[in-house]
């Protein structure tokens, strides 16, 4: 049996050299060599160079010599063999084999041996005094050797150190009830919390750093934003978006870097987005569109805030533009809000986009009226009106010649907000009135002319007297 278990031992040694071979780079060769080649004085140079404590003769061991444990790629000297998530001890690296993929291949030993059904027996220790080695075996399996490497890492005897890992192995191979497998398991997360939290602690620690920085740059960038914005737009919705673009822009950037020194990948997040934007876009299209919609009409200002404007079938006054949705307050008194998207697809018109805005009355005269002497009574009824631009001028226009009367185009300017509009529009309407029936110019209604054939009148009178 013992023979068997040497020869396994042996195979599983050329198993792990073996990774080591497939994991190594291509100069490893050569570098060994080297290191074979000024190894001779490289020790002499270190008996030179050390204390008396350390010039005790050191016991010659028989076998190969074995180097000093090296860090692997990540700085790992030591990596814990785990059973069922537990940590129960820690092996060093070996020559040509790093420390975490020697206990790895452990790991995946017991992780075979925990998964068969059959029974676990005890961990064996078997010394091999030629080779300096001993082997821990369970079921005629070798789980690992502890090599004298291993003994000098802790300061003890192959045959010790083989008997304690042994021992701690059978400890914890021995299935534990409920309330044990429980702690075990609560104690196992609690240390790897607690590792895992100290070795990102100074990348913690830098990215709340950064993220204070963040929020104090974004403050004072928004600030400069708006103070530019007041200088240069006049627009308090423009002014608004600015600092709001220049708030969001620093974050999105301080957030990157942030997330940067946490140690995030982002060739690995860049390809997640990329395969969740188009589910992402035909989820959130309507929304997105919007706060697009919104950003244009920001940016090209077709109305500012306090425009009296129509879109589609409201009008009103606009209350307020967001990235989102335009508030309206109509005439009657009613508060709407108004998707950006409908507000960009649709006709806007802006009614206090200029000062001025132009009204128009109809007056209707008798055909047998001046026309000329009805222009300048009505001109100057529309300039007593107060309200009534002196600039542009009143126009008064023929506007048809209709079957009773000669239809006359009143045109004068007034204020564009609409209660004014409508106000001086009413007031110029009844000065028209009155000048021209002041003046004896009538105004007639539609007059009809009826015209019967012979006959008609006498059976119209007949018929009236019969009755």
Not at 164 to 191: C, E, F, G, K, Y
Request: net charge negative; aromatic share 6%; hydrophobic share 45%.
């Amino acid at each position: 049996m013992a023979i068997g278990l040497a020869r396994q031992a042996n195979r599983l040694n050329q198993e792990e050299v073996s990774i080591f071979q497939r994991i190594w780079r291509p100069w490893a060769g050569g570098m060994m060599l080297v290191l074979i080649l000024i190894a001779p004085g490289a020790r002499l140079q270190a008996q030179d160079d050390a204390g008396p404590e350390d010039l005790s003769p050191a016991p010659v061991v028989p076998g190969p010599a074995l180097s000093r444990p090296e860090p692997s790629a990540d700085g790992v000297f030591f990596a814990d063999v785990l059973v069922r998530g537990q940590p129960v001890f820690q092996v060093g690296s070996l020559t040509g084999l790093s420390a975490r993929d020697r206990a790895q291949i452990i790991n995946r030993r017991i992780a075979g041996l925990l998964s068969q059904a059959q029974e676990l027996g005890t961990v064996a220790v078997q010394v091999d005094e030629n080779r300096q080695i001993a082997l821990l075996a369970v079921n005629n399996r070798v789980l690992m050797t502890v090599t004298q490497q291993d003994a000098d890492d802790f300061g003890l005897t192959v045959e010790e150190l083989a008997q304690q890992w042994a021992d701690r192995l059978n400890s914890v191979l021995a299935q534990p009830n409920l309330a044990i497998d429980v702690w075990q398991r609560l104690d196992s997360t609690t240390r790897q919390l607690i590792d895992d939290t100290i070795e990102l602690l100074p990348s913690l620690l830098g990215a709340i750093v950064l993220v204070g920085l963040t929020w104090m740059v974004a403050k004072g960038v928004r600030r400069v934003g708006l103070l530019w914005a007041e200088q240069t737009e006049g627009d308090r919705g423009t002014e608004i978006l600015i600092g709001r673009l220049c708030y969001g822009g620093v974050w999105v950037v301080g957030s990157i870097v942030a997330l940067g020194v946490l140690g995030l990948d982002f060739a690995a997040l860049l390809g997640t987005l990329g395969l969740t934007s188009v589910a992402i876009g035909f989820s959130l299209r309507d929304v997105l569109s919007n706060y697009i919609s919104g950003v244009i009409l920001l940016a090209a200002r077709p109305f500012r805030i306090s425009d009296q404007v129509v879109i589609g079938n409201y009008e009103g006054t606009v209350v307020q533009i967001q990235l989102r949705a335009t508030t309206m307050r109509t005439y009657d008194g009613r508060l709407v809000y108004i998707p950006n998207q409908q507000v960009f697809q649709k006709s806007v018109v802006n009614n206090t986009d200029s000062p001025v805005r132009r009204s128009d009355v109809i007056v209707g005269i008798d055909y047998e009226d001046d026309i000329s002497q009805a222009r300048q009574v009505i001109v100057e009824a529309v300039m007593s009106v107060e309200g009534v631009e002196p600039e542009p001028a009143p126009l008064i226009l023929v506007q048809a010649l209709a079957a009773s009367t000669v239809n006359l185009e009143v045109r004068f300017w007034v204020n564009s907000r609409r209660q004014s509009f409508l106000q001086v529009t009413s007031a110029a309407s009844q000065a028209i009135k009155e000048r021209l029936q002041a003046a004896g110019i009538r105004m007639p209604t539609e007059i009809y002319t009826l015209k019967f054939r012979e006959g008609t009148i006498y059976q119209i009178k007949s018929t009236s007297t019969a009755n």
